[in-house]
């Protein structure tokens, strides 16, 4: 009989011995591949393209930053599109056949009779030229001739209630001015913008971009042409489905997100999968203790068992892997559905799927399994055959001293990395507790035994108390605290990580809140629906304004022969702003801001080794490169990041060339709200902050899903550990029943372990989340006490109680049906 044939006789005569390890796989390699998926999809998923729609390729400036030494995964993606030269419209042209269409693209709303904007989504300003690209084709009308004639889309026509030869006011980056309508124009399929087209001169006025161009679409040429004439210029090329992320800024963003998210988010469920898979599968195994013990005492070798545990796993890993990997395109589609819900996802993004992830995730499945089951293995095959049999019925009293030391070097080394945020603050300090507590984790996971039967044994007396069920219940824990052990972590693991994520992500926002309430001295803020114009700042009378611009910059820094890219926040300022806002300036002065110099947050500058008087280089929000003189540190980084430019900086390297807000101390209220009358859009409020969170917001609610994924795996995983280390002392259970034990007993028995367990659980979890989270809040807040809604907390530990009582409970239930007899003598 071969060693296959013998395995698959044992899987099937054992199928409920394999069924939690089955569990276990399926869903890690459903969760690997929706990773896999959504990392597909940020390559080659998005949605169908508008304008340009009849194009062969589309060229826009190159939005990734790849700074100099760095390795494939050093980059950075720009948040704005960055423009062309004029002069690269010739270069194209050049190639044979192609038809190069340059096309200027800049904010362009229609104002209804009311004075607020009519469009519902993005609009946009285009030249007249680039309508060939989509294509849009004229229902009526003729194209614009003149700089006051305009073409609207048939959407925003109906909305506009105008026809051919109305007029429509049109605001782009002054107040609104008037426009004859020369055509109503159409193109194929839905909009998700709203265009307008002006004649050539307007639009080149309008864009306020000399000899430059927003895009250059191609008629008559492929991509491999394009690509080899432009091979020298910082240009992106795309062709296909990539021509969308080209037109939607949104859909360029999630498809950088998407492959970071998927890549970040993937090696967190690979970690949790082949830990969850590994234990289950030890479980397992130590479970048929007896069964290896008579094969060794009967002449099976170590290898042969090796090879038939081996053999075992990869026939439960494969089945498993293959349903899971399908199993995880309905994943894909849910996390789709749930990022989309939070803003981070276009409701039209189309995922891509193909073979790729799913085998991909096939073959971690199956190499996780077989790696866990290497593992689990080595002691069944090593034990002596004279030894075995004796040794099969007791619990190992104490784990291996080598993976206590590496458990106790985890936990210092997690108590030592909570101390982080005390020296490094901000998003990466918060980052680090979270890490820190990944590590306590693991560390008390390895050295639970020794943790657990230290706190079994001061609980155990007053369990034994508790009349015969908590007797029976304390000899149990203390006879069996590896057991105890074994259930414990993955609820500690769920408590732990849920808790540390939340409440980092809260407490981090709570400091930002705290800092910018002190730094905004501001009394008036002007906002508005797209932006305010540039010139609103320089027409306030009788007070002080500066205009805010909200953006961001990359950065690079080397540590030995690694590149960090990272994208930080930043706000533009005019030198005015020394009135209405408190950086809480260090050295310098902001009165010192001009273009070309920059301030940096003194934590930055510090890691960063600059003065005032040096010069610091980095990248625009358009991914351009900058080397500014530094003219000032400051403190309340969390307030306006670690970058403050000047506004005329900041917005230059912007698509719309507008002010986020305008900062205002002014006396004469009546004659602010009679300026931000003559601008359809603007309202004045009462100080804001200084750096728009709402990309933290998505970013919070982002981690909120993926931790939400990872947990409800663990929590499957939890489950399904308690439930088959519960199922599988039927033998214990009908014993006891026979020696007088009644089923009641028994069941008040279990209840108690499942309390102990739970308690001990929630305890530990709770431990592991305290340390960083103290050591973060008093770095950012002063305070030793983490910011956010305890009811979280609570839900969590309530959570984790409820779901090892209910565990244990079932199958407790589920195992006392069998007469006694019966069970006693069943295959262990």
């Not at 909305?159 to 008037?178: F, H, K, L």
């Not at 190992?396 to 909570?418: N, S």
Request: aromatic fraction near 4%; include cysteine.
């Amino acid at each position: 009989m071969s060693v296959l044939t013998l395995a698959w006789q044992t899987v099937k005569a054992r199928t409920s011995g394999f069924i939690g390890a089955f569990v276990a796989i399926l869903c890690g390699t459903a969760l690997v591949a929706a990773c896999g998926i959504l990392m597909e999809s940020g390559f080659r998923g998005g949605v169908p393209t508008q304008r340009y729609a009849a194009a062969d390729v589309v060229v826009t400036g190159d939005r990734i930053v790849r700074p100099p030494g760095g390795d494939v995964m050093a980059f950075e993606h720009a948040t704005e599109q960055p423009s062309l030269p004029a002069t690269l419209v010739a270069k194209i042209a050049a190639v044979p056949g192609a038809k190069a269409v340059p096309e200027q693209t800049f904010p362009a709303v229609v104002v209804g009779q009311d004075g607020q904007p009519l469009a519902d989504k993005p609009s946009f300003g285009h030249n007249w030229d680039s309508a060939v690209l989509a294509p849009f084709a004229l229902k009526e009308g003729n194209a614009p001739k003149s700089g006051g004639e305009v073409v609207l889309d048939s959407a925003l026509a109906k909305a506009a209630g105008v026809g051919v030869g109305g007029e429509v006011r049109v605001m782009t980056r002054s107040v609104p001015e008037s426009y004859r309508v020369a055509g109503v124009a159409e193109a194929a399929g839905p909009g998700r913008q709203a265009s307008l087209f002006f004649s050539e001169a307007k639009a080149a006025e309008l864009a306020g971009r000399p000899d430059q161009v927003s895009a250059i679409g191609v008629l008559g040429a492929d991509a491999k042409r394009v690509e080899s004439a432009l091979a020298g210029d910082q240009v992106t090329v795309s062709s296909g489905a990539d021509r969308s992320a080209a037109e939607f800024d949104d859909v360029s963003q999630t498809k950088s997100i998407l492959a970071i998210l998927a890549g970040s988010f993937g090696g967190y469920a690979v970690l949790v999968a082949i830990f969850v898979v590994a234990s289950t599968l030890a479980l397992t195994v130590e479970q048929r203790r007896r069964e290896f013990a008579l094969l060794r005492a009967v002449g099976a070798t170590p290898r042969q068992i090796r090879r038939l545990i081996g053999v075992e796993t990869t026939v439960v890993s494969v089945i498993a892997g293959v349903l899971g990997s399908l199993l995880g395109i309905g994943v894909s589609q849910g996390l789709r559905a749930a990022f989309a819900k939070i803003g981070v996802v276009p409701d039209d993004f189309a995922l891509s799927i193909s073979p790729i992830p799913l085998v991909a995730a096939l073959l971690i499945g199956v190499g996780a399994a077989r790696l866990a089951a290497w593992s689990a293995s080595r002691r069944p095959s090593s034990i002596n055959p004279v030894e075995a049999l004796g040794e099969a019925a007791v619990q190992k009293k104490d784990v291996g001293k080598v993976r206590l030391a590496i458990g106790w070097a985890l936990v210092a080394i997690g108590l030592g990395a909570t101390a982080v945020p005390l020296f490094i603050g901000g998003q990466i300090g918060a980052a680090m507790s979270v890490m820190a507590a990944l590590v306590l984790i693991i560390g008390l996971a390895l050295t639970g035994p020794r943790v657990v039967g230290a706190a079994v044994r001061v609980i155990a007396p007053v369990l034994a108390r508790s009349g015969v069920s908590g007797y029976l219940a304390s000899a149990n824990v203390l006879k069996n605290s590896r057991r105890l052990a074994a259930a414990v972590t993955p609820l500690m693991l769920a408590v732990g990580f849920a808790v540390v994520n939340f409440y980092s992500q809260t407490t981090f926002t709570a400091a930002v809140q705290q800092q910018t309430e002190r730094s905004i001295t501001a009394g008036h803020v002007i906002t508005g629906v797209t932006g305010v114009p540039a010139e609103v700042a320089g027409q306030i009378e009788g007070g002080t304004a500066t205009s805010l611009v909200r953006t961001q910059v990359i950065t690079a820094s080397t540590t030995g022969d690694s590149v960090d890219v990272q994208s930080r926040p930043a706000n533009g300022l005019d030198a005015t702003a020394s009135g209405l806002v408190d950086l809480g300036v260090v050295s310098g002065s902001i009165d010192d801001l001009r273009p070309g110099t920059v301030a940096l947050g003194a934590a930055h500058a510090s890691w960063e080794n600059k003065e005032v008087g040096d010069d610091v280089e980095f990248w625009f929000a358009d991914g351009q490169q900058a080397k500014l003189k530094v003219v000032a540190t400051y403190e309340h980084d969390l307030a306006f990041g670690d970058y403050v430019l000047s506004a005329a900086d900041a917005r230059a390297h912007t698509r719309a060339g507008l002010d986020s807000a305008v900062l205002v101390n002014a006396a004469d209220t009546a004659a602010l709200n009679a300026l931000i009358s003559r601008y359809p859009g603007l309202q004045v409020t009462e100080r804001v902050a200084a750096q728009d969170r709402s990309a933290e917001r998505t970013q919070f609610l982002l981690n909120l899903v993926a931790v939400g994924v990872i947990l409800g795996y663990v929590a499957i995983s939890v489950s399904n550990t308690l439930v088959m280390s519960t199922a599988a002392r039927r033998r214990e259970f009908a014993l006891l029943r026979l020696v007088g034990t009644g089923r009641r007993q028994i069941v008040r028995m279990m209840r108690a372990e499942a309390l102990l367990t739970a308690g001990l659980a929630v305890v530990l979890g709770s431990l592991v989340a305290a340390v960083p989270l103290s050591v973060l809040a008093i770095s950012l807040t002063g305070s030793p006490l983490p910011a956010g809604s305890i009811t979280v907390y609570l839900g969590a530990l309530a959570g984790a109680a409820l779901l090892g009582v209910v565990s244990i409970a079932v199958s407790t239930r589920l195992s006392l049906r069998a007469k006694p007899i019966d069970a006693i003598g069943s295959r262990e």
